[in-house]
């Protein structure tokens, strides 16, 4: 077993920096490696930058977090032996794109593992947001029920599913990938007829999506690829599910907002710069439309209880725990450090960004 936490000297191994430890089911997978010499970051807290830089010169392979800066000045301290970046993530925001493959470093990633997990916290986020109320957020706030006259319709909400008074239900995803796709098959029972959707789709065309999705849920009367004003329009439920990014940077902005339903409700587990904050406080607080359930906020970690998101009474925000299961994690970690592995030994990655220099 070889761990260090500082400056390696050991040649014939192959170096690798590690900025979180990744519990005991996952870091004997590199502890034990006969090939590798593991250098961990030794604190339960993100990596210093310092520390990060100074133990990069002559590694092979770093496996990162979200926290991690991958950029020119990182890989220029890793130097020419630097072969694999694996992050456990599935994004890659943190990573400067082009100066990772203009060095011909591989990037791995972990897709796939946490769609399951993200989906589940996205109808969740769904159900809260619209059954949130003055009343509800009082109990919340005060930690006991709260001092007022009973009232027939207190505590209501818009419905999530299907009933008598409102038989057509649409969901409306502004990204349509596994995580979308995943989230609108939750949806089905809850009696959803009607699904948009715009973005790029993972695989196919727009209408080969839209065929097979229809045909694997046929109690949906439409699947169709709109633009957002539409989608703004028509859908009783928004998830946002795109990748973050400039081209999708306030894709969520006032016009979009004004245009929801009044009963609509908005969702976001996917990356806090797609919506406009500023813009979602304003409708909120004019009703634009009912409600908005969030585990990303633009500007996080550094969002506090004085936020005016946080202190929205038809806001629901989430510390970004759409991953956090044990099975989502544990198979994250398990990925990464496969990535890791496969990157310092020259062999393929199980789950590698393609990039282009």
Known sequence: MSESTGHSSTSHKHKVVVT????????????????????????????????????LPGASGALVMLSEKINAEALDKAGRTLKVVSTM??????????????????LGHTPDVLTDAVADLSVMLALMAGRNSKETTSIVQNGEWPNFNW??????GPQLSASSFSPTRTAGFIGFGRIAQATLARLIPFGFTHCLFTGNP???????????????????????RVGLDELARES????????????????????????MKKTAVLVN????????????????????????????????????????????????????????????????????????????????LPAELKLTK
């Open 269 to 348: 587990t996917s990356r806090g710069t797609l919506v406009d904050s500023d813009a979602l406080i304003k409708a909120l607080r004019e009703g634009w439309l009912w409600g908005a359930g969030l585990d990303v906020v633009e500007g996080e970690p550094n969002i506090g209880l004085d936020h005016p998101l946080v202190r929205e009474p038809r806001c629901v925000v989430l510390p970004h725990i759409g991953s956090a299961t044990n099975e989502s994690r544990l198979g994250m970690a398990t990925l990464a450090a496969q990535n890791l592995i496969a990157g310092v030994l020259g062999e393929p």
């Open 151 to 156: 009232a027939p319709f207190s505590f209501c």
């Open 20 to 55: 979180r430890n990744l519990g005991p089911d996952i870091m004997p997978l590199l502890l034990d490696h006969p090939d590798l010499e593991v250098i961990t970051w030794p604190e339960d807290r993100v990596c210093d930058r310092s520390w990060f830089l100074a133990n």
């Open 202 to 224: 993972t695989s196919n065309s727009s209408s080969s999506v839209a065929s097979s999705i229809q045909a694997k849920y046929p109690t949906l009367k439409a699947v169709r």
């Open 236 to 259: 009783d439920v928004v998830f946002v599910l795109a990748p973050g990014g400039d081209k999708t940077y306030h894709i969520v902005n006032e016009a979009f907002l004004k245009q």
């Open 89 to 106: 993530s599935v994004r890659y925001d943190h990573v400067d794109l082009d100066a990772i493959a203009q060095r011909g470093v591989k």
